[in-house]
């Protein structure tokens, strides 16, 4: 379960990153395939599989989140070697 956890915060801050809010319906169908096929193969019950789609499911969307705001966080290879910049003072 932890490494389906990883992969999913991974997948989603990928897709976050280069693709639209839109992608997050396959990637949801994705993962539910995938809960559903651990499942069969273990056999529990309708309730783990179920709560084990909807953690899945919440760290691909903090994971798509996360991809999303790294857009604004400057790099660091274009800061370095670059001063920083002053604001102008505003005169009255």
Known sequence: M???L???VLLGAILGRF???LVLVPA???VLAAVLVR???VEHG???P???FAVLNATLQIGYVSGALSFFIPRVSQRQGKPAR???LLRQ
């Open 50 to 52: 179920l709560l084990e």
């Open 46 to 48: 309708l309730l783990h």
């Open 86 to 88: 002053a604001r102008p």
């Open 6 to 8: 990883i992969w999913s």
């Open 39 to 41: 499942s069969a193969a």
């Open 28 to 30: 949801c169908t994705l």
């Open 19 to 21: 693709f639209k809010v």
């Open 2 to 4: 932890a490494i389906l």
